[in-house]
């Protein structure tokens, strides 16, 4: 009944929604009429739209309002003392639109604004290549310019653990990462420093913080949308050499100018530069990586268009740490884990073929078929610590988006896809006995913390999803409902996504004022074979998220912009790690048993949807954008506060909990008693700052600098040790495990303590030398400037017991020890040709 | 206009209804089987542990019983009562009366084993116990009684949970 109701409400809801989109009024056309040549708006300008013969005067800057009776293509004649001058314009509905009515090529490291489509405004943020490419602290990586965005909550560190970003509070492997919509496995390599991605090829970025458009799927975080170069005009290319890595790029015209073709790469070799300086300890040896991206483009008419991208990256890391006998930790850093051993790898490959179908200015359709082929791989011995696993996910791809324009008034996108998914999972798989186990000991003997279980998994699935959004503009007013469906065959799961942006712009307060909200609902699913029904759940659903956040635009002058918005996500059925989930009776997940022993009772389902989180928070961004085609300052200052919450839901055996259950008791306990206590996040920080300015002050000089400040990730108190109970088997040396509050109603339990506040002072100069040939871009980089002893966590060495020295706050990297034990900071120096 | 709003419409409140049924429903199946295996677990750990004392007599008793010696065997009712005070003791206290009938059971199938295979007429006592402590099959019964799927009882809890009434009677 309940569900009748929800499904009759939907349909009123939507045709309310439908009704709405009458069109109600001519078009409106806000513009900006702007000469590249002298660099300023055309102030009182006398303009006449030909077909109407209506009469307009532009203001000081070149701003006039523009009536139309309906979409079309119009004549717009600019009434010079020297003549008429016509430009024809495409008027497609209400909006505010810059025309430039002279050209002049913009000056080396000028920013130039490129026509774009129409993108929602809501919790959308956008940066230009040209903006971060030379952002101070970021190494020369674009992509790490997201870590200043408002409602960006970096992971601070160097390795791995610094990969992902921690949008609005979400999990920072909820994100979903695109390549001109094409799928990337991860968008940093192994060093944390690197992107997947040459710099060259990047035209632009956008973040979508809230709820998305339908379009885009997979991520109940947020959407990295990276577009690349989308023409190229003339042969070009860079080369680049730094202490870890070299990177090249290249791109030529093709056929006339009919086509392009792009090529970057990068390859990695930090563990043969800083690796042999004899300055990290025998054992590690420091990551390895390459990537490359092609894209080819050819226009065999306007109408129709295809291109092709080949995206690859690889990583590997190694670490074996030595067995030196001489059972002396303070000689032997790697003492309590020596003999110990660990492999990791992760690679992905995208090849995607895509036609573009663009038969009138109303209508647009776009195939892509795409072979996406991502693999992870870890090869570990520690102890009870033994895995080996090798994990391949790959898909084939059709997916078809179109763009309609319905009237003036109403443009409609809808789309479609389908993949058929091939995954391969086999070796040997770690998993901790009980999850809710805080402090696993590696070496415990007696009852090993850690299962290895045989892992051997292949199989075919289905997905599908198909999306709509209408795009409904009069006026002023803008409203933007769209849903989405993904469906994935081997869970016989599916999720719908409904959301909606609504926003309202006041033209005449300041340059304009935009108020909006928008809420929905996002599903994501993690590419990963944990839903297989051998060792998985294969009743594994979507986790989901619903965002909503609200907030409003001012446009303070055509420079300065403020931007605020306030937000609330929710997130459930995150999947975790359920060592209670069971079926009754299932096959032996050890397919080696499968003659002895083929059926188990209660066979172990491992993950459940019983994750649950939520954050709030607002943002504030005050920004100053670079004057059009000119070398002005530009910079921006971006303030959030935010909440995270997550829980596992996950059934806890408390200290003090002694009483014996038999096994169906605990899980009827797991399912109705939910005693798991919800947690800041690991990834909260409650207040981030930062401040970015950018200035081309001279054809030969730029200067950058960014102040960030972060309030410290909060995390589990240690509390004592374990007393030393196990010895690391290779050398005798006893290994004292940490251990944290298991009592809820301790002031310790949880992740309650956070460490000093985090900030830091990054400034970057460039030089640039010109030749005939191109020119040289010098650069030198400052890491935190005023050597700043930031901290991150807790580090328990696990050779010696807990006392007030162990354990310490964990360093971050920031400033580097010279021989004289002098400090300074930590620093960058290299040089990009660029032909 | 209308006719494209029309398509609109239907194609929305089409996909809508189609889509908006999650057909996967386990977390209600799973809570279903839970309750019934709940509930279709004994409890009744005072009767088991009665039926595996007289198991035990039963055994103990094989080589007189063999030899055409009439053995005296303990009354249900003293049985109880020392399965009382059994229960009590400090390794079963603690313990939920599913967890003990369970514990209890496993060690009935490993009497009705001795006894069905003819062990008990030849085996010493000491022997037969010793055979109990050490039968993996009874051990996994035991560990497979607080499993939840990935539960753990270590070994030395486990000879805790073993039951010799007869020793305690002296016999």
């Not at chain 1, 043969?272 to 004899?278: D, E, N, Y």
């Not at chain 2, 009665?50 to 005296?72: D, H, M, N, R, Y």
């Not at chain 2, 009562?81 to 009938?101: E, G, P």
Request: charged share 20%; glycine share 8%; hydrophobic share 35%.
């Amino acid at each position: 009944m309940a569900s009748a109701k929800n499904k009759l409400s939907k349909i009123f809801f939507i045709v309310v929604l439908l009704l709405l989109g009458t069109p109600l009024f001519a078009v409106t056309l806000k513009v900006k009429l702007f000469n590249a040549k002298t660099e300023n708006g055309e102030k009182n300008l006398s303009v006449m739209v030909f077909e109407t013969k209506k009469f307009y005067q532009t203001d000081a800057e070149g701003n006039v309002i523009l009536e139309f009776p309906s979409a079309g293509e119009y004549t717009l004649k600019l009434l010079r003392e020297s003549g008429a001058v016509d430009i024809k314009i495409n008027v497609t509905g209400d909006e505010t639109r810059t025309v430039y009515t002279d050209k002049k090529a913009p000056p080396k490291g000028g920013i130039t604004v490129e026509g774009e489509r129409e993108k929602t405004v809501a919790s959308r943020t956008k940066v230009r290549y040209e903006e971060i490419k030379r952002m101070p602290g970021t190494f020369g990586e674009a992509l790490r310019a997201l870590e200043t965005l408002p409602g960006v909550i970096p992971n601070i560190g160097f390795g791995g653990g610094a990969n992902g970003i921690i949008v609005r509070g979400a999990d920072p492997q909820s994100n979903t990462y695109l390549y001109d919509d094409l799928p990337i496995l991860y968008a940093y390599h192994l060093d944390g420093l690197t992107s997947v991605i040459h710099n060259d090829l990047i035209k632009s970025i956008d973040l979508y913080r809230g709820a998305f458009p339908a379009n885009f799927n997979n991520a109940t975080g947020g959407i990295i949308e990276i577009e690349t170069i989308d023409s190229v005009q003339k042969a070009k290319g860079a080369f680049q050499v730094s202490l870890w890595n070299t990177t090249a790029y290249a791109a030529t015209p093709l056929a006339n100018g009919k086509g392009y073709v792009a090529v970057g790469g990068k390859y990695g070799y930090l563990d043969r530069t800083l690796g042999q300086s004899g300055l990290l300890p025998d054992g590690i040896r420091l990551p390895r990586y390459n990537d490359s991206q092609v894209k080819f483009v050819y226009n065999f008419s306007p109408e129709h268009q295809i291109s092709f991208y080949n995206l690859t990256a690889q990583d590997n890391f190694a670490i074996a740490a030595p067995n030196n006998g001489a059972n002396d930790p303070t000689k032997d850093a790697f003492s309590s884990f020596a003999g110990g051993r660990a492999s990791i790898g992760q690679s992905y490959r995208t090849t995607a073929l895509r036609y573009s179908w663009n038969p009138s200015d109303k209508f647009q359709n776009r195939l892509t078929l795409i072979n996406y082929d991502p693999i992870l791989e870890n090869n570990i011995a520690l102890g009870a610590i033994q895995g080996k696993q090798y994990t391949r996910s790959l898909y084939v791809g059709l997916r078809q988006d179109a763009t309609w324009t319905a009237s003036s008034n109403i443009k409609i996108d809808f789309g479609s896809e389908y993949r058929r998914l091939s995954f391969n999972d086999y070796g040997t798989e770690i998993q901790l006995r009980d999850p809710t186990n805080s402090s696993p000991n590696p070496y415990n003997t007696t009852n090993p913390d850690f299962l290895s279980r045989p892992l051997s998994v292949r199989g075919n699935s289905g997905y599908y999803n198909a999306y709509t959004t209408l795009k409904f503009k009069a006026g002023n007013f803008a409203f933007e409902p769209g849903v989405r469906y993904d469906h994935l065959q081997a869970t016989k799961n599916g999720a719908l996504g409904p959301r909606a942006t609504i926003s309202y712009t006041f033209p005449d307060v300041a340059k304009g004022l935009t108020v909006f909200g928008s809420g929905g609902d996002l599903a994501r699913f993690p590419l990963t074979t944990i839903f297989n029904p051998e060792t998985g759940n294969p009743n594994l659903e979507f986790e989901k998220a619903r965002k909503t956040g609200v907030g409003f635009d001012l446009k303070i002058t055509q420079m300065y912009e403020l931007k605020v918005e306030v937000f609330k996500n929710e997130f459930k059925n995150t999947i975790v790690n359920d060592p209670f989930n069971s079926i009754p009776v299932g096959l032996n997940p050890d397919k080696s048993q499968w003659l002895s022993n083929p059926l188990v009772s209660n066979r172990s389902l491992n993950y459940s949807n019983r994750g649950t989180g939520w954050s709030h928070g607002y943002e504030v961004m005050f920004r100053k954008n670079s004057k059009q085609g000119s070398r002005d300052w530009f910079g921006w200052l971006s303030y959030t506060w935010s909440q995270s919450f997550s829980n596992t839901n996950v059934y806890k055996i408390y200290d003090g909990d002694t009483y014996q259950y038999s096994g169906i008791e605990r899980r009827i306990l797991a399912q109705y008693y939910n005693n798991s206590k919800e947690q800041l996040a690991t990834w909260d920080r409650t207040h981030v700052i930062n401040m970015v300015y950018g200035w081309r002050f001279s054809e030969e000089y730029q200067l950058g600098g960014r102040w960030s400040y972060l309030t410290s990730v909060p995390y589990q108190r240690i509390t004592g040790d374990d007393g030393g109970k196990f010895a690391n088997p290779a050398n005798g040396v006893t290994y004292w495990n940490s251990t944290v509050s298991n009592n809820p109603y301790t002031a310790e339990y949880g992740n309650t303590k956070r460490g000093a506040d985090y900030h830091r002072l990054d400034i970057r100069i460039d030089k640039f030398e010109n030749y005939s040939w191109g020119y040289l871009n010098w650069y030198f980089e400052l890491v935190n400037i005023y050597l700043r002893k930031n901290t991150n966590g807790e580090n328990f060495d696990n050779s010696r017991p807990f006392s007030a020295t162990n354990p310490i706050p964990s360093q971050t990297f920031g400033t580097l020890e010279l021989p004289n034990k002098a400090i300074i900071p930590f620093f960058n120096i290299g040089m990009e040709a660029h032909f | 206009m209308k006719f494209i709003l029309g398509i609109f419409l239907c194609i929305s409140i089409v996909t809508i209804i189609n889509c908006d049924q999650n057909d996967n429903n386990f977390g209600k199946k799973y809570e279903t089987t839970l309750l019934l295996t709940y509930i279709t677990s004994s409890s009744d750990a005072n009767g088991a542990c009665v039926t595996l004392s007289k198991k035990q007599e039963e055994c103990f008793s094989a080589p007189a019983a063999a030899l055409g010696i009439t053995v005296t065997t303990s009354s249900d009712a003293s049985l109880s009562s020392k399965c009382v005070d059994t229960l009590k003791s400090s390794q079963f206290h603690t313990m939920s009366a599913i967890a003990q009938t369970c514990v209890i059971n496993c060690q009935i199938t490993d009497w009705n084993t001795k006894i069905s295979s003819g062990e008990c007429k030849t085996a010493t006592a000491s022997s037969l116990v010793q055979s109990s402590l050490t039968n993996a099959v009874v051990s996994k019964c035991i560990r497979s009684c607080f499993l939840t799927t990935n539960g753990t009882v270590s070994d030395s809890e486990l000879t805790k949970l073993f039951i010799f009434n007869f020793i305690q009677q002296g016999d």
